[in-house]
């Protein structure tokens, strides 16, 4: 049996949000290694621990692996007491594998497959007993299936569940069932796990940063640096409680919102229903759903009854859904697939009706618990979020390594130094070590989130909520930005222009208003194909079919008390509602055709099927009809051809092509079907009668081109990705900005594979099959060749399909030149950003979080649009309901990422400054007393670097992106000048101490803090200590990111206050500071005002410096490397683009096999 193997996925499961988005935690490619306690090993183990007075427990805890590969041995997976986890992003995790005795002939209840794959016999005491091996990663239980030779996740044993096995589980599961299935599955639980305080404190104690700061005060106070050492431990403590307080809160908070325990009722084999805890609920499990609603505890299937559902803590979406019964069927379940039939865990339950005998409640089959959920998959992206691959923070601990080789340096230097002299044995170890707390300062990765903190923090007071900080500075690297169409670029919600029936004889007149149509089908339709529902008297639903029913005047009724009379009234049917006509219409016509219409059976809307059908009856039962609503194409494919009118195209063309958002409707007679009930959608949603169209108009938001415009001078690309119409989203792009008004669209149309002829694309020309002739047609791409024209491309979902499939070598130049995709599933809107990353570009996408949850998880920076303040649907939640808060999240972003360089910059200089004085004064046989490091780490740099980031981002969109690596030119070339500056300043101020006719020079016989106050001591510190106020303002940046310094008061005036502070202690420190300081008081005041000068000419030098830095003085140096290209592939295909001749191929015929590939270096 292997020692190695791989966590087995299921092939489909339930895909998200029913199951872990492979995108927040993508460990379908876990590698499994198995591992055995060896107990000698153990003890030995144990010993070593003691011995090393716990160092090596430090070390295990840091490098689980090591303890692992120390303790025990390898063995195979089926063996195995603790396995090691490596996922796919490299990282490693230790786990311990459980084991649970099964009752006999549990095991059995749940089928063949569970009792053949989940029985692991093993021989105990003689007697053979069956034991369940699992373990628990991330929340999720994973088993040991012996036949799969690997560890599976629990929700194998339900992948298979079809449509028709679902509502076998109707009838409900048997005790002795119930319990086989909790102790495989587990209990029905999202725990987050709540620490307790001592556990949190060793954790926190352990971190290596408090572990450097320990190794640091125990080395200041063996030096006799007392008082310093005592404040930097205090600072230490309130620094690690202040954690403890903070983790330990929001560890409970996420707890309190993850964890739901609550009273349900489920049905027994038996037929009686039970009480019991959600906490015991199973998949496979029958629920009752009452008539008021419940917090759902758990992912269920809705078999029985509609049910009207606030999905908004998933999804951001504000706007109730009517979820209906799971179609019977023998394909397989899917949760994503069946989105409009499951109901998600942690969603509010408002009402529920039609399922029971009576008038109220439902029922459904749970699928899912605990972390296998929707609820649960989106808590655990928030306990266990998806590494950030982001340069900033990667470069962040290289640059760490390179401060260490720096202090590796100072510290040889300052050992050879300090042996030349008469320095102890235990001094020279003690000092240099020393060295190396100095140059590389403990608290920098603190630091570093500091301007992230802020922008946080301002970023809320503007009604934009962040769930994960370190994304704040990834917006400042968005190089693209996605936004979904209806409700983000344009307004939620749509007025009826006018409705045009259509028939084998053409289209008639256009109706401006539905309710002036006369009595027939159209109306009909119109009145009855929606599923707007009644909550306490008031229609809710979907704002375009709230407009829709209130157009044809028409009102809703649903069942109330005893529903047999309504039932009755339509010929026995189940009545889902009924749909009335206006009372003075029925008068004034007289007529059977405008009576009222019950709705027996509903087939919601599909954003994959574009479409949605009801069933309806005549009073009596009589009549019954089928009316389907969606897109025209999908409409129009689903209809009897010689039902469609000849002109539907051109019509469409024209419609769409004015902004409206049209849409299509059809029937079908249904005479002959015995049961409605049971009907199956497709048979429903075939052989249809064309009717007509119904226009919306959908008005642009405002802000919508104003923002575009923003984005567009910005040099920030713009796409649009919507499900609507690619006519209707080519209008949107024109009239919000981004296609301009002198640029062309190119269509891309793909066609698969089918039996009849090769896949073929092709790239036509707006409008080029119009009146234009074909002389101006030959003018128009030919200047488009030439560069005489800008153009877009614009590409439906199907083609962007076919694309993908067939033509892949076509596929990032498309994305490159593409501004419009429309008829976008939600499935190919994920897609389409994880392409766009493919190309290295950062991409941003905004939506409303309905149907784009998962495109803006997989973005890197996804802003859902939502009046609740923190939806986990996205990173980001706007309470402003338009895209204005793009721009601003984007300047926070740039802010924050320049910050976090200014205070990196910033720390590693301060560490710099202070090593150089240091060293100087190692050589002249000196040191720094106790309280000049306290007065410059303390009062001096902390200060500085707490309100440095205080300062806001600037009010406009600079076209030049800020630099994301630390380890860049301008960046080391920088902080390399910066610091041959520094040392120069001391240096100088040191000779011209030494200089002066009054110098005395030290006691050789003396070393160390024993030769304080001297002059060499406090030259140098004085002008160290004008370079950490001097740093301060020259890596702060300001244009074209930040605002001014100035205008981070708090800053300036810090600045001021300090920089006075430190020309007091210079010019006139008085006996007791220079006491306490041990300083020495120069007499001469000439003296004392040329340190000051020197400090001036210093800043200026500097200053001048990072000037001429900012201004690409260093890219000289780059001009002997040569030109390279650059390492974002879009940037290196847009140049290839530009320079080809022959692209885009207009008005060619391409098949997979006769192409012309664009090779990129």
Same mark, same amino acid.
């Given at each position: 049996?292997?020692?190695?193997?791989?966590?087995?996925?299921?092939?489909?499961?339930?895909?998200?949000?029913?199951?872990?988005?492979?995108?927040?935690?993508?460990?379908?490619?876990?590698?499994?290694?198995?591992?055995?306690?060896?107990?000698?090993?153990?003890?030995?183990?144990?010993?070593?621990?003691?011995?090393?007075?716990?160092?090596?427990?430090?070390?295990?805890?840091?490098?689980?692996?090591?303890?692992?590969?120390?303790?025990?041995?390898?063995?195979?997976?089926?063996?195995?007491?603790?396995?090691?986890?490596?996922?796919?992003?490299?990282?490693?995790? &230790?786990?311990?594998?459980?084991?649970?005795?099964?009752?006999?002939?549990?095991?059995?209840?749940?089928?063949?497959?569970?009792?053949?794959?989940?029985?692991?016999?093993?021989?105990?005491?003689?007697?053979?007993?069956?034991?369940?091996?699992?373990?628990?990663?991330?929340?999720?239980?994973?088993?040991?299936?012996?036949?799969?030779?690997?560890?599976?996740?629990?929700? &194998?044993?339900?992948? =298979?569940?079809?449509?028709?096995?679902?509502?076998?589980?109707?009838?409900?599961?048997?005790?002795?069932?119930?319990?086989?299935?909790?102790?495989?599955?587990?209990?029905?639980?999202?725990?987050?796990?709540?620490?307790?305080?001592?556990?949190?404190?060793?954790?926190?104690?352990?971190?290596?940063?408090?572990?450097?700061?320990?190794?640091?005060?125990?080395?200041?106070?063996?030096?006799?640096?007392?008082?310093?050492?005592?404040? %930097?431990?205090?600072?230490?403590?309130?620094?690690?409680?202040?954690?403890?307080?903070?983790?330990?809160?929001?560890? &409970?908070?996420?707890? *309190?919102?993850?964890?739901?325990?609550?009273?349900?009722?489920?049905?027994?084999?038996?037929?009686?229903?039970?009480?019991?805890?959600?906490?015991?609920?199973?998949?496979?499990?029958?629920?009752?759903?009452?008539? +008021?609603?419940?917090?759902?505890?758990?992912?269920? #299937?809705?078999?029985?009854?509609?049910?009207?559902?606030?999905?908004?803590?998933?999804?951001? +979406?504000?706007?109730?859904?009517?979820?209906?019964?799971?179609?019977?069927?023998?394909?397989?379940?899917? @949760?994503?697939?069946?989105?409009?039939?499951t109901l998600f865990c942690g969603t509010q339950l408002i009402q529920a009706k039609g399922g029971g005998p009576g008038a109220g409640g439902a029922i459904a089959v749970v699928t899912s618990t605990g972390f296998f959920t929707a609820?649960? *998959?989106?808590?655990?992206?928030?306990?266990?979020?998806?590494?950030?691959?982001?340069?900033?923070?990667?470069?962040?601990?290289?640059?760490?390594?390179?401060?260490?080789?720096?202090?590796?340096?100072?510290?040889?230097?300052?050992?050879?130094?300090?042996?030349?002299?008469?320095?102890?044995?235990?001094?020279?170890?003690?000092?240099?070590?020393?060295?190396?707390?100095?140059?590389?300062?403990?608290?920098?990765?603190?630091?570093?989130?500091?301007?992230?903190?802020?922008?946080?923090?301002?970023?809320?007071?503007?009604?934009?909520?962040?769930?994960?900080?370190?994304?704040? *500075?990834?917006?400042?690297?968005?190089?693209?930005?996605?936004?979904?169409?209806?409700?983000?670029?344009?307004?939620?919600?749509?007025?009826?222009?006018?409705?045009?029936?259509?028939?084998?004889?053409?289209?008639?007149?256009?109706?401006?208003?539905?309710?002036?149509?006369?009595?027939?089908?159209?109306?009909?339709g119109l009145a009855c194909c929606h599923t707007v529902t009644l909550l306490r008297g008031q229609p809710l639903g979907d704002p375009l079919e709230l407009k829709m029913v209130e157009s044809t005047g028409w009102t809703l009724e649903?069942?109330?008390?005893?529903?047999?009379?309504?039932?009755?009234? !339509?010929?026995?049917?189940?009545?889902?509602?009924?749909?009335?006509?206006?009372?003075?219409?029925?008068?004034?016509?007289?007529?059977?055709?405008?009576? #009222?219409?019950?709705?027996?059976?509903?087939?919601?809307?599909?954003?994959?099927?574009?479409?949605?059908?009801?069933?309806?009856?005549?009073?009596?039962?009589?009549?019954?009809?089928?009316? %389907?609503?969606?897109?025209?194409?999908?409409?129009? @494919?689903?209809?009897?051809?010689?039902?469609?009118?000849?002109?539907?195209? /051109?019509?469409?063309?024209?419609?769409?092509?004015?902004?409206?958002?049209?849409?299509?409707?059809?029937? $079908?007679?249904? =005479?002959?079907?015995?049961?409605?009930?049971? %009907?199956?959608?497709? +048979?429903?949603?075939?052989?249809?009668? !064309?009717?007509?169209?119904?226009?919306?108009?959908?008005?642009?938001?405002?802000?919508?081109?104003?923002?575009?415009?923003?984005?567009?001078?910005?040099?920030?690309?713009?796409?649009?990705?919507?499900?609507?119409?690619?006519?209707?989203?080519?209008?949107?792009?024109?009239?919000?900005?981004m296609v301009g008004s002198d640029e062309k669209v190119i269509f891309v149309n793909a066609t698969p594979h089918t039996a009849q002829s090769m896949p073929t694309l092709t790239f036509n020309l707006e409008d080029s099959g119009s009146?234009?002739?074909?002389?101006?047609?030959?003018?128009?791409?030919?200047?488009?060749?030439?560069?005489?024209?800008?153009?877009?491309?614009?590409?439906?979902?199907?083609?962007?399909?076919?694309?993908?499939?067939?033509?892949? +070598?076509?596929?990032? $130049?498309?994305?490159?030149?593409?501004?419009?995709?429309?008829?976008?599933?939600?499935?190919?809107?994920?897609?389409?950003?994880?392409?766009?990353?493919?190309?290295?570009?950062?991409?941003?996408?905004?939506?409303?979080?309905?149907?784009?949850?998962?495109?803006?998880? #997989?973005?890197?920076?996804?802003?859902?649009?939502?009046?609740?303040?923190? @939806?986990?649907?996205?990173?980001?939640? @706007?309470?402003?309901?338009?895209?204005?808060?793009?721009?601003?999240?984007?300047?926070?972003?740039?802010? #924050?990422?320049?910050?976090?360089?200014?205070?990196?910059?910033?720390?590693?200089?301060?560490?710099?400054?202070?090593?150089?004085?240091?060293?100087?004064?190692?050589?002249?046989?000196?040191?720094?007393?106790?309280?000049?490091?306290?007065?410059?780490?303390?009062?001096?740099?902390?200060?500085?670097? %707490?309100?440095?980031?205080?300062?806001?981002?600037?009010?406009?969109?600079?076209?030049?992106?800020?630099?994301?690596?630390?380890?860049?030119?301008?960046?080391?070339?920088?902080?390399?000048?910066?610091?041959?500056?520094?040392?120069?300043?001391?240096?100088?101020?040191?000779?011209?101490?030494?200089?002066?006719?009054?110098?005395?020079?030290? /006691?050789?016989?003396?070393?160390?803090?024993?030769?304080?106050? *001297?002059?060499?001591?406090?030259?140098?510190?004085?002008?160290?200590?004008?370079?950490?106020?001097?740093?301060?303002?020259?890596?702060?940046?300001?244009?074209?990111?930040?605002?001014?310094?100035?205008?981070? &008061?708090?800053?300036?005036?810090?600045?001021?206050?300090?920089?006075?502070?430190?020309?007091?202690?210079?010019?006139?420190?008085?006996?007791?500071?220079?006491?306490?300081?041990?300083?020495?008081?120069?007499?001469?005041?000439?003296?004392?005002?040329?340190?000051?000068?020197?400090?001036?000419?210093?800043?200026?030098?500097?200053?001048?410096?990072?000037?001429?830095?900012?201004?690409?003085?260093?890219?000289?140096?780059?001009?002997?490397?040569?030109?390279?290209?650059?390492?974002?592939?879009?940037?290196?295909?847009?140049?290839?683009?530009?320079?080809?001749?022959?692209?885009?191929?207009?008005?060619?015929?391409?098949?997979?096999?006769?192409?012309?590939?664009?090779?990129?270096?």
């Amino acid at each position: 049996m292997d020692r190695r193997g791989s966590v087995v996925e299921p092939q489909s499961g339930l895909p998200s949000p029913s199951l872990r988005d492979p995108l927040l935690s993508p460990d379908s490619h876990m590698d499994v290694q198995g591992y055995k306690w060896v107990r000698w090993r153990v003890w030995l183990c144990r010993l070593a621990a003691l011995l090393s007075l716990g160092l090596l427990w430090i070390v295990f805890h840091w490098r689980p692996r090591l303890a692992v590969l120390a303790r025990c041995c390898s063995c195979p997976l089926a063996l195995a007491d603790i396995l090691l986890i490596r996922d796919s992003f490299g990282q490693q995790h &230790v786990v311990e594998v459980f084991t649970e005795e099964m009752e006999e002939g549990s095991l059995e209840m749940l089928g063949e497959l569970e009792d053949t794959e989940c029985r692991d016999t093993v021989q105990l005491y003689k007697d053979e007993k069956t034991l369940l091996r699992f373990y628990l990663y991330e929340g999720l239980r994973y088993i040991w299936l012996d036949r799969k030779g690997a560890f599976c996740r629990v929700s &194998v044993l339900n992948e =298979d569940w079809t449509c028709k096995d679902l509502y076998g589980f109707q009838e409900g599961l048997s005790h002795l069932e119930q319990s086989s299935r909790r102790r495989i599955y587990g209990p029905n639980l999202i725990d987050v796990p709540v620490k307790p305080y001592m556990k949190l404190l060793f954790e926190e104690v352990l971190n290596p940063f408090y572990v450097f700061q320990l190794f640091s005060i125990t080395l200041w106070m063996i030096d006799n640096y007392y008082f310093y050492g005592i404040c %930097i431990f205090l600072i230490s403590v309130f620094s690690i409680v202040i954690s403890l307080y903070e983790i330990r809160k929001q560890s &409970v908070t996420l707890g *309190n919102m993850a964890r739901l325990v609550i009273n349900v009722t489920i049905r027994r084999n038996s037929g009686a229903e039970e009480c019991v805890s959600s906490e015991e609920l199973v998949p496979g499990d029958c629920l009752i759903i009452p008539q +008021e609603g419940l917090l759902l505890p758990c992912d269920a #299937a809705l078999l029985a009854g509609e049910c009207l559902v606030n999905e908004s803590m998933l999804t951001g +979406e504000s706007v109730p859904v009517l979820k209906t019964p799971l179609p019977p069927g023998e394909g397989r379940y899917s @949760s994503e697939a069946e989105r409009r039939h499951t109901l998600f865990c942690g969603t509010q339950l408002i009402q529920a009706k039609g399922g029971g005998p009576g008038a109220g409640g439902a029922i459904a089959v749970v699928t899912s618990t605990g972390f296998f959920t929707a609820k649960g *998959n989106l808590v655990s992206s928030i306990l266990y979020p998806q590494p950030t691959n982001f340069r900033f923070y990667q470069d962040s601990a290289k640059f760490l390594l390179l401060l260490g080789f720096v202090a590796l340096i100072g510290t040889i230097y300052s050992f050879v130094v300090l042996f030349r002299s008469t320095a102890t044995w235990l001094e020279l170890v003690i000092r240099s070590l020393d060295i190396v707390t100095i140059a590389v300062p403990p608290a920098l990765p603190a630091a570093i989130t500091t301007g992230t903190f802020y922008a946080q923090r301002r970023l809320k007071r503007q009604g934009v909520f962040c769930i994960s900080p370190p994304r704040i *500075n990834i917006c400042g690297k968005v190089s693209l930005f996605c936004f979904d169409k209806t409700g983000t670029l344009t307004e939620e919600g749509l007025d009826v222009w006018g409705v045009m029936e259509g028939g084998p004889a053409g289209f008639s007149e256009l109706v401006p208003e539905p309710r002036l149509l006369p009595p027939g089908r159209m109306l009909s339709g119109l009145a009855c194909c929606h599923t707007v529902t009644l909550l306490r008297g008031q229609p809710l639903g979907d704002p375009l079919e709230l407009k829709m029913v209130e157009s044809t005047g028409w009102t809703l009724e649903e069942p109330e008390g005893d529903r047999k009379v309504l039932d009755a009234e !339509f010929g026995g049917h189940r009545v889902l509602c009924v749909m009335r006509p206006p009372t003075q219409r029925l008068q004034a016509q007289g007529t059977s055709t405008s009576e #009222a219409v019950a709705v027996v059976q509903r087939f919601a809307f599909s954003s994959a099927l574009q479409r949605m059908s009801v069933v309806t009856v005549a009073r009596g039962g009589h009549s019954p009809l089928a009316f %389907i609503k969606g897109s025209p194409e999908m409409v129009a @494919s689903l209809c009897r051809a010689e039902t469609v009118p000849v002109q539907f195209s /051109n019509k469409l063309h024209s419609f769409s092509s004015e902004g409206f958002r049209v849409l299509a409707l059809a029937y $079908k007679p249904l =005479d002959g079907i015995p049961d409605l009930k049971t %009907i199956e959608r497709g +048979e429903v949603e075939k052989d249809m009668h !064309f009717l007509g169209f119904l226009m919306m108009k959908n008005l642009m938001k405002p802000e919508s081109p104003k923002v575009i415009n923003i984005l567009r001078l910005a040099h920030l690309r713009s796409v649009m990705v919507t499900g609507d119409n690619i006519l209707t989203a080519v209008n949107v792009a024109k009239s919000c900005g981004m296609v301009g008004s002198d640029e062309k669209v190119i269509f891309v149309n793909a066609t698969p594979h089918t039996a009849q002829s090769m896949p073929t694309l092709t790239f036509n020309l707006e409008d080029s099959g119009s009146t234009a002739g074909q002389s101006s047609v030959e003018i128009i791409t030919r200047c488009l060749y030439q560069g005489g024209f800008g153009y877009h491309l614009a590409i439906s979902g199907k083609s962007f399909a076919a694309l993908c499939d067939h033509f892949p +070598e076509y596929l990032p $130049k498309v994305l490159l030149r593409a501004t419009v995709f429309a008829r976008m599933t939600p499935d190919q809107k994920t897609q389409l950003v994880k392409e766009l990353q493919k190309l290295n570009y950062r991409v941003g996408m905004c939506g409303d979080g309905a149907n784009d949850c998962g495109a803006l998880r #997989a973005a890197d920076v996804g802003v859902s649009l939502s009046e609740a303040e923190a @939806s986990v649907a996205s990173p980001f939640t @706007s309470k402003t309901e338009n895209i204005s808060c793009v721009p601003l999240l984007i300047r926070e972003g740039r802010c #924050a990422l320049v910050t976090s360089f200014s205070l990196f910059r910033y720390m590693a200089l301060y560490s710099l400054t202070q090593l150089c004085s240091v060293l100087i004064l190692y050589t002249m046989k000196t040191a720094m007393a106790d309280l000049q490091f306290l007065f410059t780490d303390i009062f001096v740099v902390t200060l500085l670097a %707490i309100v440095m980031g205080r300062g806001g981002p600037s009010k406009e969109l600079h076209p030049r992106r800020p630099p994301a690596s630390l380890l860049a030119l301008p960046v080391l070339g920088s902080l390399f000048i910066h610091t041959c500056m520094i040392i120069l300043g001391q240096l100088a101020a040191l000779f011209i101490t030494t200089s002066q006719d009054w110098y005395v020079p030290l /006691n050789s016989t003396v070393y160390g803090a024993k030769n304080l106050p *001297n002059m060499e001591n406090t030259s140098v510190f004085a002008l160290s200590g004008f370079q950490y106020i001097i740093m301060a303002v020259v890596v702060t940046k300001g244009y074209p990111h930040k605002k001014p310094l100035y205008y981070n &008061v708090i800053f300036f005036c810090l600045l001021i206050v300090l920089f006075g502070v430190m020309t007091w202690l210079v010019v006139y420190p008085g006996p007791f500071i220079c006491k306490e300081l041990e300083m020495y008081d120069f007499s001469d005041m000439d003296f004392k005002m040329l340190l000051v000068a020197v400090a001036a000419l210093n800043f200026l030098v500097c200053f001048v410096v990072e000037v001429l830095i900012d201004l690409g003085m260093l890219n000289c140096l780059r001009l002997l490397r040569g030109k390279r290209q650059s390492k974002k592939e879009y940037k290196r295909l847009n140049v290839v683009l530009y320079n080809s001749p022959s692209w885009p191929p207009l008005n060619q015929v391409l098949y997979p096999t006769d192409h012309t590939v664009i090779c990129l270096s």
